[in-house]
């Protein structure tokens, strides 16, 4: 058994938030200076050379990437042989949180009510997700999520006969009538399968991938480059001002489900795509 002290998540998670705000990830850097590219609209090579710019501004002063800077989603990957001492890990984590968003000076966007909308004041608290898993080390995965994309985002349950082209007339239904709103070039994570709040889940995981990164299974990765190429040849181009790169990456991920059911998760993310994850 090894003991992880509470203070150790706290420091982890403050650092993985202001990192994530503030350093646009290299993967995704990498995807848009790649599509500079492949787009052949001048707004739209416009859009990502702004995007890119603003990027490296944020990276080399401190600021943030996106005024938007997110609700805090945290996947915590514990060890089955961790004990977690000075503290409790869900604490641990929204501290880490307030601290971040305090210290970095960072937009606080969370609210106590659905209805009565007063804001917090330190962007606690985080959305966390804890899943148990082998070993004696904690794995903390942070996503900064803003609004915007988030709002676009989509659930449908499917009738069970449905097919391929069926869900993809779905998710460009989606991705059409979000328009320029979400912030293109688009990060999207789609789950198929599971149930209604697990096929959301997966959705969220898959955008914890590396951007362009494809999945194991040969059958699902086509899928995933058919939408994309779907996507991008939609017109609506980065801002939505028309052009050739609608979205950067498209991740799906599959899990059984009901005989009866048969539920899809549409969870974009906008250019201001912000992941972090850190080992203890």
Do not use: W
């Not at 200076?33 to 052949?40: C, F, R, V």
């Not at 899943?131 to 794995?139: L, N």
């Amino acid at each position: 058994m090894r003991d992880i002290d509470a203070k150790k998540i706290t420091e982890t998670i403050k650092q993985l938030c202001i990192k994530a705000n503030y350093e646009l990830s290299e993967d995704v850097l990498h995807a848009l200076t790649m599509s500079l590219g492949k787009e052949s609209s001048r707004a739209g090579k416009e859009v990502i050379r702004d995007i890119v710019k603003n990027a490296e501004i944020a990276r080399r002063n401190g600021y943030p990437i996106c005024q938007d800077t997110g609700m805090a989603v945290v996947f915590a990957e514990v060890g089955q042989d961790v004990r977690i001492v000075n503290g409790d890990l869900d604490a641990a984590i929204n501290e880490g949180v307030k601290r971040a968003y305090k210290e970095g000076y960072l937009r606080k966007s969370i609210v106590n009510d659905p209805f009565m909308r007063r804001n917090t004041g330190d962007n606690a608290p985080a959305m966390i997700h804890h899943h148990i898993v082998p070993g004696d080390k904690i794995k903390l995965t942070l996503m900064a999520k803003g609004g915007g994309a988030e709002n676009k985002s989509s659930f449908k349950m499917f009738k069970p006969t449905a097919g391929r082209e069926e869900i993809m007339g779905f998710i460009m239904d989606i991705v059409k009538n979000a328009g320029g709103d979400a912030c293109p070039p688009l990060i999207i994570g789609i789950g198929i399968g599971g149930n209604l709040e697990g096929s959301a889940l997966l959705a969220k995981k898959a955008l914890l991938r590396k951007v362009g990164q494809k999945n194991r299974d040969r059958d699902t990765a086509k899928f995933e480059a058919r939408v994309l190429k779907e996507l991008n040849d939609s017109g609506i181009g980065p801002g939505g001002l028309g052009g050739d790169i609608t979205a950067l990456s498209v991740a799906i991920e599959k899990a059984p489900c009901h005989i009866a059911s048969l539920p899809v998760t549409v969870n974009m993310d906008c250019h201001a795509h912000r992941v972090r994850h850190e080992v203890i």
